[in-house]
């Protein structure tokens, strides 16, 4: 019996220091990994903050180099110039519709095509997903594509933003993935109280599939708000610049830059105030939407990943 309690004493004592050792371990791991990601989250925020602080400094303080936690000699005044300046206040209104009109009409016809690529019995279907497939390896060059614009008489054209973007066989797959997911019995219910088969996509589909939309809406409105290239490429009209090629323009200046405000009064300033005022004010607005969509975009980003 002392034998018995002695190797019980024994376990129970190895058990303990398993478990002792587990939780110190445990403890390591969880504070290489807090430090990890506050050094990461530090090299991610710190150029941020840096460019807000200077964004609300005074331009002439900006010739000093360094790091700025808090605002030398707080001034508005470079959001004052560019808030005066009507072509800024231009550009930011075409980004704005470029980003909601490409965004829904993105949205949609990808939804489109989606759901009757979802179709097992659609007809040509292995031929669609062939082409599709190649056009996510193969493009047709910067050269072609401008010719193709050229033709289609889509240079200086607002719809040069819209049309070319239209549609991606990457959300596509996306998209149809998710709607393969959807139990038929809804459909053919549907079917059954004569729905047609706009109604069903419509009424039924898209609803349901709220958080593979929202994903792809925000990554293509940011790649929409972004996209500066298309307008480099296609538009040689100011009037349809929008605020990332007008922010382009400003950070590939070396000069000086001035800026005429409502009175016609022409205030010289420098280049770097204006453009990292400019830099915020193109920010704000993919931050402040983020949140609406966040909790769609997060359970559009497990699709696929858990297969029951």
Known sequence: ??????????????????????????????????????FFTLIIIVPIWNIVVASFSNPDALAKPGLRIWPEEFSLESYKLVF???????????SVLKTVIGVVTHVLFTAM???????????????????GIGTMFFTGGMIPTFLLMKYLGLLDSFWVYIIPSLFSYYDMIIMMNFFREIPASLEESA?????????????IIMPLSMPVM???????????????????????????????MKLYEIIVSTQAQTIQNSTSVVIPTSSES???????????????????????????????????
Not at 115 to 131: E, H, P, V
Request: hydrophobic share 50%.
């Open 191 to 203: 079917k059954i109280d004569g729905a047609g088969t706009w109604t069903i996509l419509s009424k």
């Open 274 to 308: 204006i453009q990292l005022a400019t830099i915020v004010i193109a920010t704000v607005p993919i931050v402040l939407v983020y949140p609406f969509l966040q909790k769609y975009f997060i359970k559009g980003m497990m699709i696929g990943a858990v297969k029951e």
């Open 113 to 131: 095509v989606a759901y009757g690529m979802s179709k097992q019995d659609l007809i040509g279907r292995n031929l669609y997903t062939a082409l």
């Open 84 to 94: 005066n300046d009507a072509s800024i206040w231009n550009a930011f209104m075409i």
């Open 1 to 38: 019996m002392e034998i018995n309690e002695v190797e019980k004493l024994e376990a129970v004592q190895i058990q303990g220091n398993r478990k002792s050792r587990k939780i110190r371990e445990n403890r390591i791991f969880h504070l290489v990994n807090i430090t990890l990601i506050c």
């Open 214 to 244: 929202a994903t792809i809406a925000l990554f293509n409105g940011v790649y929409q708000w972004n996209d500066y290239i298309t307008a480099k490429l296609y538009i040689s009209n100011e009037a349809l610049y929008p605020i990332q």
